[in-house]
C-alpha cells in the first residue's frame, strides 16, 4: 500500500459514493483529505470519526469558489500533492430533450469543474516535483452511451484534458490519469435508476436489471473496486503510468 505521510490530498465530490471511497483510503494510507462538495451537512457526516478528512465547502462550477476553497485548503493542510477530480453528475437525456441550459449544467459540473480544479492544484505539484492527477470519467468517456449524449462528450472531454495535460507535463514528477468505471453502486446511479425508470414505463426493477445487466458479471460495482484503482495510481509502482485510462467496467458493453 502507498505511504502518504504528510501527503495533502484534495477529493471533489469526496462526501459521497466513489469519492468518498477514495478519500477514506488515502487517508487510512496517511494522507491529509480535503473532501469538497456543495452540502455541508453530507460533508460532516463524511469526515465524522474519520481521522484525516477535512470537509470544505466548493462548488466546481464556480471559478470563484475552486479558487478560494483550494486556496483554504492549502493554508490549513499545505500544499496539494495528489488531486482527485472527481465531482460529477450524471443524468441521460435524448438529444432531442436537451436543451442549452442542461447541456451546460453537465459540462460545467463534470468538463469545467475537472478543468478548474486541476488548474488550481496543478502548480502546488509542479513546485515540489512530485504529483498525481486522477479525474473521474466514466466507461462513457471511452465509447457512446446511449441516451446521453451530454453526458457522454463531458466524461470524453474529461479524457482529453487528461492526455493532453500528461503530454504538457511529461518529464516532471506529476502523472495525470483516468479512470473510467462502468456503473457503481452509489447515489448517482440510484438516481439514474429512476431516470432509466421513467424512459421506459417506471418500471425501477427492470431499470437496474439493465444497468446490472451490462456489467458481464451481473452486478454493479463497489466504490472500493475504484479506490483501489486510485490508490494503485498514487502509489509507486504507478509512476510511470501517464496519460492513461484505467476502466474498471466489469466488461461493460
Ligand atoms: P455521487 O453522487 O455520490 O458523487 C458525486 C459527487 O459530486 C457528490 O459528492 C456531489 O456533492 C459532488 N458534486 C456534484 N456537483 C458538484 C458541484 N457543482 N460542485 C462540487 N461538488 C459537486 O456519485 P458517484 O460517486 O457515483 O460519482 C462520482 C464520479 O464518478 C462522478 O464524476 C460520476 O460521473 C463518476 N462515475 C460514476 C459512475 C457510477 O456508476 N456511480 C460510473 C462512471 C463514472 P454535492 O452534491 O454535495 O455537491
Same mark, same amino acid.
Request: with cysteine; proline share 4%; glycine share 12%.
Given at each position: 500500500? =502507498?505511504? !502518504? %505521510?504528510?501527503?495533502?490530498? *484534495?477529493?471533489?465530490?469526496?462526501?459521497?459514493?466513489? #469519492?468518498?471511497? $477514495? /478519500?477514506?483510503?488515502?487517508?487510512?494510507?496517511?494522507?491529509?483529505?480535503?473532501?469538497?462538495?456543495?452540502?455541508?451537512?453530507?460533508?460532516?457526516?463524511?469526515?465524522?470519526?474519520?481521522?484525516?478528512?477535512?470537509?470544505?465547502?466548493?462548488?466546481?462550477?464556480?471559478?470563484?469558489?475552486?479558487?478560494?476553497?483550494?486556496?483554504?485548503?492549502?493554508?490549513?493542510?499545505?500544499?496539494?500533492?495528489?488531486?482527485?477530480?472527481?465531482?460529477?453528475?450524471?443524468?441521460?437525456?435524448?438529444?432531442?430533450?436537451?436543451?442549452?441550459?442542461?447541456?451546460?449544467?453537465?459540462?460545467?459540473?463534470?468538463?469545467?469543474? =475537472?478543468? !478548474? %480544479?486541476?488548474?488550481?492544484? *496543478?502548480?502546488?505539484?509542479?513546485?515540489?516535483?512530485? #504529483?498525481?492527477? $486522477? /479525474?473521474?470519467?466514466?466507461?462513457?468517456?471511452?465509447?457512446?452511451?446511449?441516451?446521453?449524449?451530454?453526458?457522454?462528450?463531458?466524461?470524453?472531454?474529461?479524457?482529453?484534458?487528461?492526455?493532453?495535460?500528461?503530454?504538457?507535463?511529461?518529464?516532471?514528477?506529476?502523472?495525470?490519469?483516468?479512470?473510467?468505471?462502468?456503473?457503481?453502486?452509489?447515489?448517482?446511479?440510484?438516481?439514474?435508476?429512476?431516470?432509466?425508470?421513467?424512459?421506459?414505463?417506471?418500471?425501477?426493477?427492470?431499470?437496474?436489471?439493465?444497468?446490472?445487466?451490462?456489467?458481464?458479471?451481473?452486478?454493479?460495482?463497489?466504490?472500493?473496486?475504484?479506490?483501489?484503482?486510485?490508490?494503485?495510481?498514487?502509489?509507486?509502482?504507478?509512476?510511470?503510468?501517464? #496519460?492513461?485510462? $484505467?476502466?474498471?467496467?466489469?466488461?461493460?458493453?
Amino acid at each position: 500500500m =502507498a505511504t !502518504l %505521510t504528510a501527503k495533502h490530498a *484534495l477529493v471533489t465530490g469526496g462526501g459521497s459514493g466513489i #469519492g468518498l471511497a $477514495i /478519500a477514506r483510503a488515502l487517508a487510512e494510507a496517511g494522507a491529509e483529505v480535503t473532501i469538497t462538495g456543495r452540502r455541508r451537512e453530507v460533508l460532516d457526516e463524511a469526515a465524522q470519526g474519520q481521522p484525516g478528512l477535512h470537509p470544505l465547502i466548493m462548488d466546481v462550477t464556480d471559478e470563484a469558489s475552486v479558487a478560494e476553497g483550494i486556496a483554504a485548503a492549502r493554508a490549513a493542510h499545505g500544499p496539494i500533492a495528489i488531486c482527485v477530480a472527481n465531482a460529477g453528475i450524471a443524468e441521460g437525456r435524448s438529444l432531442a430533450k436537451t436543451s442549452l441550459e442542461f447541456w451546460r449544467q453537465i459540462m460545467a459540473t463534470n468538463l469545467d469543474g =475537472a478543468f !478548474l %480544479t486541476i488548474r488550481e492544484c *496543478l502548480p502546488d505539484m509542479l513546485a515540489a516535483d512530485w #504529483g498525481r492527477v $486522477i /479525474a473521474m470519467s466514466s466507461v462513457a468517456g471511452l465509447k457512446g452511451l446511449k441516451g446521453a449524449p451530454a453526458y457522454t462528450a463531458s466524461k470524453h472531454g474529461v479524457i482529453g484534458l487528461i492526455r493532453s495535460l500528461s503530454e504538457d507535463h511529461l518529464g516532471t514528477g506529476v502523472t495525470f490519469n483516468a479512470i473510467c468505471p462502468g456503473y457503481v453502486d452509489t447515489p448517482i446511479v440510484a438516481r439514474n435508476i429512476d431516470s432509466i425508470a421513467a424512459r421506459i414505463g417506471g418500471d425501477r426493477d427492470k431499470a437496474l436489471a439493465i444497468m446490472v445487466g451490462s456489467n458481464r458479471h451481473k452486478r454493479l460495482l463497489e466504490p472500493e473496486e475504484i479506490s483501489a484503482a486510485a490508490m494503485w495510481l498514487v502509489g509507486p509502482g504507478s509512476q510511470s503510468v501517464n #496519460g492513461q485510462t $484505467i476502466e474498471i467496467a466489469g466488461g461493460q458493453m
